[in-house]
T-cell receptor
Framework: DAKTTQPPSMDCAEGRAANLPCNHS???????VYWYRQIHSQGPQYIIH???NNETNEMASLIITEDRKSSTLILPHATLRDTAVYYC????????????FGKGTSLLVTP | DAGVIQSPRHEVTEMGQEVTLRCKPI?????LFWYRQTMMRGLELLIY????????DSGMPEDRFSAKMPNASFSTLKIQPSEPRDSAVYFC????????????FGPGTRLTVT
């Protein structure tokens, strides 16, 4: 699997957009980008995924650069409940069903 | 649906004792995953099942760990004998078919081995 690099921590003011970057410069053509988050003391929660096109759902938007070497998860209007660790994962069916969660980015949303 | 159910939520045991963690996946899901999370190593996949059959157990740390899935609605992770370094939060997750990446996690079992 391609390795990912995320900043260890970020802050965001409540109501503002939170933009969480992820670098995956060694991503291969058949690998998807997945985002999960883990709120304190809970299990991880799937957010969104994409291959090359930008994606949006009710939780977030995922912007993938044209060369696919990096991506950004956008929470358009962050709330205090979005405080969590956010994991960027790159994987494909070639790696079976293993998801390597890495260290993630700890996002703190402040009032 | 109640989501993935794990029991117990907390377990404190002494070194050398047998520990059994339990998981009930979401009904209709055919993949089940066991993960372990520690501060040092983060979230690690231990083993996963497809249609009750173990597919990949390469993440199981050693022979003291074993996992079973006797039917589609129940799985166990057993540690015998337990050691202090097994202290961690153990998560069970399930997913459906080709949507393997959308895994639904349970609340976890916090295991403390003294």
């Amino acid at each position: 699997d391609a390795k990912t690099t995320q900043p260890p921590s970020m802050d965001c003011a409540e109501g503002r957009a939170a933009n969480l970057p992820c670098n995956h410069s060694t991503i291969s053509g058949n690998e998807y980008v997945y985002w999960y988050r883990q709120i304190h003391s809970q299990g991880p929660q799937y957010i969104i995924h994409g291959l090359k096109n930008n994606e949006t759902n009710e939780m977030a938007s995922l912007i993938i650069t044209e060369d696919r070497k990096s991506s950004t998860l956008i929470l358009p209007h962050a709330t205090l409940r979005d405080t969590a660790v956010y994991y960027c994962i790159v994987s494909s069916s070639n790696s079976g069903y293993a998801l390597n969660f890495g260290k993630g980015t700890s996002l703190l949303v402040t009032p | 649906d109640a989501g993935v159910i794990q029991s117990p939520r907390h377990e404190v045991t002494e070194m050398g004792q047998e520990v059994t963690l339990r998981c009930k996946p979401i009904s209709g899901h055919d993949y089940l995953f066991w993960y372990r999370q520690t501060m040092m190593r983060g979230l690690e996949l231990l083993i996963y099942f497809n249609n009750n059959v173990p597919i990949d157990d390469s993440g199981m740390p050693e022979d003291r760990f074993s996992a079973k899935m006797p039917n589609a609605s129940f799985s166990t992770l057993k540690i015998q004998p337990s050691e202090p370094r097994d202290s961690a939060v153990y998560f069970c997750a399930s997913s459906f078919g080709g949507v393997f990446y959308e895994q639904y996690f349970g609340p976890g079992t916090r295991l403390t081995v003294t």
